[in-house]
């Protein structure tokens, strides 16, 4: 037996429409909001991420799926999707197009990490980003966006946590102060962590090892050393959702785990569904666009994981409307029933009724019994006796009533029965 691999799950049958109901309030809020979807690889060069997300990142030391193609250049099943937009936004000239871009993408995403509950290394994002605008007004409208899809889903009682990591004027400052407040610790912390005292001790607040955060808690936070700008661009979106009256938590320690981050960080947990509680997150990054070669364009985005949501929507137990079931089920009595039921399928089907009919050669009454398990609403009787006089059995599932049609009008009056 060949199982799936770690960290990766099957998504079947009934699961499936959960999936495709989040996805479709996702696809309608990019609609109102006018964002437009991109398509991008699933692999991409290594040096991007390693650019993009930044070499000293859990994420870039730790987590990539990293392989050599058969040509030899080093390849990354993405990690995340964000350095794939800016990507694809300066491949494809986005910037001669209308500005600010607005881009929202889905897909599965790839990270190795230890497995746990919420955490996968094939897990799915939703994620929208604008490129081209410095506005604190589309911090606020992203978040905005990111609240009202929690909403609609019915999810309540989330925390939205925001920070400003600053730019690499107050980032020059903060490294200093991180890089004094960590060397007389220097002994405990991970090994990653003594690397990145020197190169970015900012990532050392992002370290997932117990002494680290530990010795975290008190270091000097991102809010201490913001320059005029960063300060003025914060509060600016604090007042955008105020005015939209979006409650905020402010939160000096949290820097998010990427490196492409500028001023605006925000992230929302759903504390309930435990350890991996984060549902969303985003940012800005004003020089992501110029690191991976283009020229200096701001830009602001989130992305969240649809299995965390589901998580979240279980144990709030908020219902997920189900597939709809099954319009008609024929069941055949004889050879002649089975091959008349073969062609009527396709006219009803033709016609956007769902049909089905059996196909194991079973007796019409475990053929009944099998229509009843499908939830369909009518079975239609095709053989025997009925066919000889020119007329079908029809059972309406939904009351009980048994009625005769003729087979001439049948397709006709099965889309009257069914109110199509
Ligand atoms: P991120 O915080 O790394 O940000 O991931 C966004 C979301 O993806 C998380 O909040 C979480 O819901 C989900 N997620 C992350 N890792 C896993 C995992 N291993 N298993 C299940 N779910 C996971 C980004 O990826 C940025 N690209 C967001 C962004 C867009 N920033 C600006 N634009």
């Not at 020119?390 to 009056?413: F, H, N, P, W, Y």
Request: glycine share 10%; hydrophobic share 35%; with cysteine.
């Amino acid at each position: 037996m060949i199982t799936k691999p770690r960290g990766t799950a099957d998504i079947i049958l009934g699961d499936v429409f959960k999936w495709r109901h989040i996805e479709g309030i996702f696809r309608q809020l990019c609609q109102e909001y006018n964002y437009h979807e991109v398509r991008t690889p699933i692999f991409e060069y290594t040096e991007l991420f390693e650019r993009g997300v930044g070499d000293t990142t859990d994420i870039v030391e730790k987590e990539m799926y990293t392989f050599l193609d058969r040509g030899g250049r080093s390849i990354t099943l993405r990690p995340e999707g964000t350095a794939s937009v800016v990507r694809a936004y300066l491949d494809n000239k986005l910037s001669s197009g209308l500005q600010p871009v607005k881009l929202w993408y889905y897909g599965p995403m790839f990270r190795y990490d230890r497995p746990q509950a919420g955490r996968f290394r094939q897990f799915h994002q939703l994620g929208a980003e604008v490129i081209g605008s410095e506005d604190p007004a589309t911090d606020a409208e992203l978040i905005a966006m990111l609240m009202s899809f929690y909403a609609r889903l019915g999810l309540s009682n989330l925390r939205l946590d925001i920070n400003s990591v600053g730019c690499p004027i107050c980032r020059a400052e903060l490294k200093i102060k991180l890089q004094d407040f960590f060397r007389p610790h220097m002994d405990r912390l991970c090994h990653h962590c003594q690397g990145r005292i020197d190169r970015n001790p900012l990532r050392i607040l992002d370290c997932k090892v117990e002494a680290c955060k530990t010795i975290g808690k008190d270091a000097p936070t991102t809010l201490d050393c913001l320059c005029r700008d960063c300060e003025d661009h914060f509060i600016k979106v604090k007042d955008h959702l105020n005015q939209i009256n979006i409650p905020y938590n402010i939160n000096g320690r949290m820097v998010r785990g990427l490196d492409y981050y500028t001023k605006t960080a925000f992230e929302i947990a759903a504390p309930e569904i435990g350890a991996q509680s984060a549902i969303g997150g985003g940012g800005r990054y004003d020089g992501l666009v110029e690191s991976i070669g283009g020229n200096s364009t701001p830009g602001v985005g989130y992305a969240l994981g649809v299995e965390r949501i589901l998580l979240a929507m279980e144990n709030q137990k908020i219902a997920i409307p189900e597939e709809p079931a099954l319009d008609v089920f024929i069941a055949s009595a004889d050879e002649q029933g089975s091959s008349m039921a073969f062609s009527l399928l396709e006219t009803i089907r033709n016609k956007g009724i769902s049909g089905d009919k059996d196909y194991l050669g079973r007796s019409l009454k475990s053929q009944m019994k099998h229509a009843g398990k499908t939830g369909c609403s009518l079975v239609v009787i095709l053989g025997g006796q009925e066919l000889s006089r020119g007329v079908a059995a029809v059972k309406d599932m939904r009351d009980g009533r048994q009625i005769e049609l003729s087979v001439d009008k049948i397709s006709e009056e099965i889309i009257k029965i069914l109110g199509k």
